[in-house]
């Protein structure tokens, strides 16, 4: 069965540094992997998404994800974070045998101003 | 477009109570999800529906939980009685195609079981 797995629980960086958020997964065939973000309060939503192809994939918000299967990683990073990125990060890999999504323990990403 | 609304946001209820949570998908997503998202948590899946049919439920506790999606559109889920360790929030969520794994989520509804 797929899993994930988010190494950092809490990551705190200044305003306009660099980010890179990590995301580890097992499957057993060539993964769908995603990243999703969760703002206080609200629904997840979709940053980037890797089927096929080019490993480095742009998403939204100026985020962009390279999946590496020697690896089997695939990380998540901005190069100028800002305030309004403070958030929780979900790493997900699926659909598997079942169509099942496997979301990790998620990151939360805290911003010094 | 709208997304996917749920209600309620908040419920709170003692336990042994039961409680109802509702979903409606964006329209002309035939998967509807069901997760359960404790704190510090990622979430995990309860339920999955292709139109009418529920095709993954190995993960919902079926002696307290119940759902359905009449007519392959809103669905709702069920807990009676609930407990303590059932607070949590309950995010719904749709797709068009279960096997892209394209979620979009709604806010979720927060339960709390006192």
């Known amino acids: 069965a797929q899993s994930v797995t988010q190494p950092d629980i809490h990551i705190t960086v200044s305003e306009g540094a660099s980010l890179e958020l990590r995301c580890n997964y097992s499957?057993?065939?060539?993964?769908?992997l995603f990243w999703y973000v969760q703002s206080p309060g609200q629904g997840l939503q979709l940053l980037l998404k890797y089927f096929s192809g080019d490993t480095l994939v742009q998403g939204i918000k100026g985020f962009e994800a390279e999946f590496k299967r020697s690896q089997s990683s695939f990380n998540l990073r901005k190069p100028s974070v800002h305030w309004s990125d403070a958030a929780e990060y979900f790493c997900?890999?699926?659909?598997?045998?079942?169509?099942?999504?496997?979301f990790g323990a998620g990151t939360r990403l805290t911003v010094k101003p | 477009e709208a997304g996917v609304v749920q209600s309620p946001r908040y419920k709170i209820i003692e336990k042994k109570q039961p409680v109802a949570f509702w979903c409606n998908p964006i329209s002309g997503h035939n998967t509807l999800y069901w997760y359960l998202q404790n704190l510090g948590q990622g979430p995990e899946l309860l339920i999955r529906y292709e139109n009418e049919e529920a095709v993954d439920d190995s993960q919902l506790p079926k002696d307290r939980f119940s759902a359905e999606r009449l007519k392959g559109v809103d669905s709702t889920l069920k807990i009676q009685p609930a407990e303590l360790g059932d607070s949590a929030v309950y995010l719904c969520a749709s797709s068009k195609d279960s096997r892209d794994g394209e979620l979009f989520f709604g806010e979720g509804s927060r339960l709390t079981v006192l």
């Open positions: 499957y057993g065939a060539t993964p769908y």
């Open positions: 997900a890999v699926g659909p598997g045998t079942n169509n099942d999504m496997r």
